[in-house]
């Protein structure tokens, strides 16, 4: 396969000691990071680069170049990050959002005579290859991340699956859960462009909900919660239980409608209104402004929560909420957003009356430090994220 997916590889994760290039397509915008590990995490931050999207009001027809000029932006992105380091990157990670592709959950099944004989991780890696091949053909549009194996109804964990064979009876049933991204033909064709042309990089494209649920559960020692991830054009929401992804789904507003209704109402750009935003969030905004600002985001604020709860309804087979909701992402600054997960909309999906509300912030990862500011709070939690996978 011209991708390179390590969670297929069947093998540990290892350490890079030269520059890695991290990327976050966002809804809003492009997010590029180049950094160098300083031993445990610990890094030295080279460069950060920024590049914004164009606007899109939610509820409105999609630009059909929009995939084209970002799949440009990004090209350019990458390009401007592999030059400014120091030294030759060994990794480059791609990871995509909610609004650059769509995700969704799966379980392919087979059922194998073993007549005794002993499973090892080849040969899961065989199979495996054999349902890709099965389920997405042989040059699929969509990209399959491997979450766990089921063995005759126990799980195995990908992650020691190097570590031992496993011995069988006369047949076994695998189920492979997989995570299976869809993303526009023009970022798939960029990133087989970048592998092609840098082939000493190692190079991988992935769901960005993928890297944030591993540093949750590995560097968090958080298993059961519901991700909410409030992009600049959408919010995803996440559901985790016992350590895998079991319930995703997204819907079209994020915090870049809080700005066109800031815009409009305090007669400015929406440049100018995520100043106006900024300053609200944090109780500088000017008196005569503020009555505006927040009938503006209490406007949008209704219409975010209809679509949230009626969200969180449509995940309701993976079962009862717990306390947990990590809340991350540009939207995550917002007050009024953080204030409405903590009212009585989840005592209709949870045992619990009331939800534990933690806003995950870049910093969060690595012990409240922020490299010099460069990471830190929610909208780059996401970057983070992908420093640690």
């Not at 990133?191 to 949750?216: H, M, N, Y």
């Not at 709860?309 to 957003?337: A, M, Q, W």
Request: aromatic share 8%.
């Amino acid at each position: 396969m011209w991708y390179n997916q390590r969670m297929l590889k069947f093998k540990p994760t290892r350490r890079f000691n030269k520059p890695a290039i991290v990327i976050d397509v966002g809804s809003h915008s492009l997010k590029g990071l180049v950094f160098q590990s300083r031993g445990e995490d610990r890094f030295e931050i080279i460069a950060k680069k920024q590049v914004k999207l164009p606007f899109i009001r939610s509820g409105f027809a999609r630009d059909e170049n929009l995939f084209s000029r970002t799949a440009v932006k990004l090209h350019e992105l990458i390009i401007d990050l592999i030059r400014v380091a120091e030294d030759k990157p060994e990794r480059l990670i791609l990871a995509m959002g909610s609004n650059a592709s769509s995700f969704h959950l799966d379980i392919w099944t087979a059922r194998l005579a073993m007549h005794g004989s002993r499973l090892s991780k080849n040969l899961l890696a065989q199979y495996f290859d054999n349902l890709k091949k099965q389920h997405l053909g042989e040059n699929p549009s969509s990209l399959a991340f491997l979450q766990e194996i089921d063995f005759n109804g126990h799980p195995i964990h990908i992650e020691h699956l190097w570590e031992k064979t496993f011995r069988t009876g006369d047949f076994l049933t695998l189920n492979f859960k997989v995570l299976l991204l869809e993303t526009a033909p023009e970022m798939l064709a960029i990133f087989r462009t970048i592998s092609e042309t840098f082939k000493g990089i190692a190079i991988e494209l992935i769901p960005l909900a993928l890297a944030q649920k591993k540093v949750i559960v590995k560097k968090l020692n958080i298993r059961d919660a519901l991700l909410v991830d409030v992009g600049g054009e959408r919010t995803l929401l996440a559901r985790l239980k016992n350590g895998l992804l079991v319930g995703l789904k997204s819907f079209p507003l994020g915090g870049r409608e809080f700005l066109w209704n800031i815009a409009k109402a305090a007669g400015t750009t929406c440049a100018e209104a995520e100043d106006l935003k900024k300053q609200y969030s944090q109780g500088i905004l000017n008196k005569n402004l503020t009555p505006k600002v927040k009938k503006a985001i209490d406007d949008s604020l209704s219409i975010w929560k209809h679509k949230f709860k009626e969200s969180v309804g449509f995940l309701h087979h993976t079962g009862p909420l717990t306390e947990n909701i990590l809340l991350f992402g540009g939207g995550g600054r917002l007050p009024e957003i953080r204030a409405s997960l903590r009212d009585e909309w989840f005592r209709d999906f949870s045992h619990l009356d009331r939800p534990e509300v933690k806003i995950l912030g870049g910093e969060t990862l690595f012990k409240g430090h922020t490299s010099g500011g460069e990471i830190q709070g929610p909208e780059d939690f996401g970057l983070a994220s992908l420093m640690l996978y």
